[in-house]
């Protein structure tokens, strides 16, 4: 009886230690300056054998850790992305304006025996055209064929 009780106790912490999600805290900056707003999705790898959650920090100054309101990752391969804001809250738009959504970089994360750190470099993004920006056409060009 406390050979099956034992080796069932050896099975649930080897399982355990399986389900570990370790903790990934770093830094964010968006054309130099820390990121005043945002969120890091940590996407596992489709392959990822352990089928992974999806891991996720908020950032605030710059700064980021999954321990705090967020989810940690499990070795392997993950695609990092940032969604990068203006930290200054409006109506339904609580991180503030989106500054950029787009940044994604691929990382692989070993276990560690603390936080996993992470620094984002996020480039400075060219501000995309307004109307008024926009090339006019050239009025004085008659169309092909007539």
Known sequence: MRRATLAAVLVCLTGCAE???????GTVT??????????????????????PPQGFAYVKDGKFDTAD????????AYLVRV???DGKPGNELPLGKPLFTDFEEKRDFAAAPGKIELALAV?????????????KADKSAKPAGK
């Open 123 to 135: 480039p400075k993004a060219e501000k995309p055209r307004t109307e008024k920006q926009q090339p």
């Open 30 to 51: 968006h054309g130099g300056a820390p990121l005043p707003a945002g969120v890091v999705w940590f996407d596992p790898d489709p392959n990822h054998p352990a089928q």
């Open 83 to 85: 969604e990068g804001f």
């Open 69 to 76: 309101r967020g989810r940690g990752v499990k070795p392997g």
């Open 19 to 25: 389900d570990k999600l370790y903790d990934v805290a």
